[in-house]
């Protein structure tokens, strides 16, 4: 980039501009950042009692430990570059670090500091370093900063980050390494104190071939704010606008798009392209944009919310060049498609998550059940009133795994053959004693015939505890 080039001339430095900080400092200067002189957002307090805090801080507290006699500083932001926490006793560093304000409650994103440590692992989900006369702005240049995105390991949301800053003349070899260490601590302590959840896949990137018998849902079943989305989406698909569906992960925005593809373009070739991890982005993006050149292939790219600012900005400049046909995305919301996508999205749909769309649990979970069984897979009353009643927190994705495991039970699904979860509402996290606890009494009240007073016996509780226990975890007991 010209403009790197001569700024780094001038500064007196040599500095290799690599495509990712090239990237970063044409947002940087498109966002109107400062050159000279930070002057971030305050925000004030901040939230201090997420679990994400708390692991990071107990994480980095230990790190410290090791690191006490060393000028660096150690940090804990948010998703929006917030800085939440900042732990650094060599003065002089910290009287530096509060003069440029990189200090709690500050923000510290590519838009309001441009090229930084931790706006720039922030913009593309993938650890960074940032040395000296790297940085955009030259109030940060007596720095280097290393820092890591921390994702949520049971959902994938982008969480904050860990950043460790230090003066820019001293070696900066260890520094990424640790700021690795200490995010991929802060994710595990965060899955062993969530007890009971699970780590989510480690995304892959995966391209498939949409098949309308594998994967088309019952849509004439479904209720009407699914039947409105359709019906939005096949309005301007037919008028040949480019269209986002955002909504929560699992809520069936892929499946949405499909078949309103499929309807309006029934002989068209339909593409998925889910979101790799950060360092494959570049082979992912080779593999499946020769499609988008294709007149009978449409593509959907799924959750773009989750790719590198710099492959938004790679993918949006394929469209403009060379896409046949409207784009069409999937993310969490609409503010959360990148900038360079987003003015490529002429509508945005909103998809509601399943557990606002009580009518359509019923005819999705008959449909997993057939094709997880090969045939018909009934529901007892029992098991309809659990499944409409339970809350979804990951939706359609949730209840499809939830049927398939209990269809491989039985052709007849009752309340015993679900998880004891789904027996329950929402409540806190459980230790796992708790939850052990939970699952048995659970357990118990759905075995046939098994009342309140005999399901305390086997579980040697007296009748006053078990319904205690009963309304502490949400339990609702089938008639």
């Known amino acids: 980039m010209d403009e790197l080039a001569e700024r780094v001339r001038t500064g007196g430095a040599t500095v290799a501009a690599t495509p990712r900080l090239s990237a970063s400092w044409r947002r940087s200067h498109n966002y109107g950042a400062p050159a000279e002189r930070v002057d971030p957002v305050f925000i004030g307090s901040v939230d201090d009692e997420s679990l994400f805090f708390q692991c990071g801080q107990e994480v980095l507290r230990g790190l410290y430990e090791t690191l006490a006699n060393e000028p660096i500083g150690l940090m804990l932001t948010d998703e929006d570059g917030h800085v939440l926490s900042r732990t650094c006793h060599n003065r002089e560093l910290v009287n530096a670090l509060d003069k440029t304000y990189l200090a709690p409650g500050f923000a510290f994103s590519e838009r309001e500091a441009g090229t930084n440590g931790l706006g720039l692992a922030l913009a593309d989900r993938t650890p960074s370093l940032v040395r000296g006369d790297e940085h955009y702005c030259s109030g940060l240049r007596d720095y280097t900063c290393a820092a890591v995105p921390v994702l949520d390991p049971v959902h994938g949301r982008l969480l904050g980050s860990v950043n460790l800053t230090t003066w820019s003349q001293k070696s900066a ?103 790799p991890n950060p360092r494959d982005t570049k082979w992912w993006l080779t593999l499946w944009t020769p499609e988008l050149a294709k007149d009978s292939t449409s593509v959907i790219a799924a959750g ?75 529901f007892t009353p029992a098991a309809s009133r659990a499944l409409r009643s339970y809350h979804w927190p990951d939706n359609a994705e949730q209840l499809r795994r939830v049927v398939r495991e209990a269809a491989a039970r039985s052709d007849v699904v009752d309340a015993r053959h679900l998880p004891p979860e789904v027996l329950c509402g929402p409540t806190r996290t459980l230790t796992r004693i708790e939850t052990l606890e939970r699952d048995e009494i659970a357990r118990c009240l759905t075995e046939p015939g098994t009342t309140v007073t005999r399901a305390a016996e086997i579980l040697g509780m007296s009748r006053a505890t078990i319904y205690r226990k009963i309304t502490q975890y949400g339990i609702r007991t089938p008639d």
Not at 333 to 342: E, F, G, N, S, V
């Open 304 to 378: 773009v919310d989750a790719l590198p600012s710099w492959a938004a900005t790679e993918l949006a400049g394929i469209v403009t060049a060379h896409a046949r046909r409207p784009l069409t995305v999937t993310a969490s919301a609409a503010t959360a498609i990148p900038d360079a996508l987003a003015r490529h999205i002429d509508t945005v749909v909103e998809l509601p998550p399943l557990r606002q769309r009580v009518d359509d649990i019923l005819p999705l979970a008959e449909h997993f059940g057939n094709r997880a069984r090969g045939r018909e897979v009934r």
């Open 173 to 275: 070899n260890l520094l990424l390494a640790l700021a690795q260490t200490a995010a991929g601590h802060t994710a595990a302590l965060m899955l062993s104190r969530g007890h009971g959840l699970r780590p989510r896949p480690t995304p892959r990137g995966e391209v498939f071939l949409m098949n309308a018998a594998a994967h088309s849902a019952p849509v004439s079943e479904l209720s009407g704010p699914w039947r409105t989305a359709m019906t939005e989406v096949r309005a301007a698909l037919a008028e040949g606008l480019s269209v986002g569906v955002v909504g929560e992960q699992g809520a069936g925005r892929t499946a949405l798009l499909t078949a309103a593809i499929r309807a309006e373009k029934p002989h068209d070739r339909i593409l998925n392209a889910r979101p």
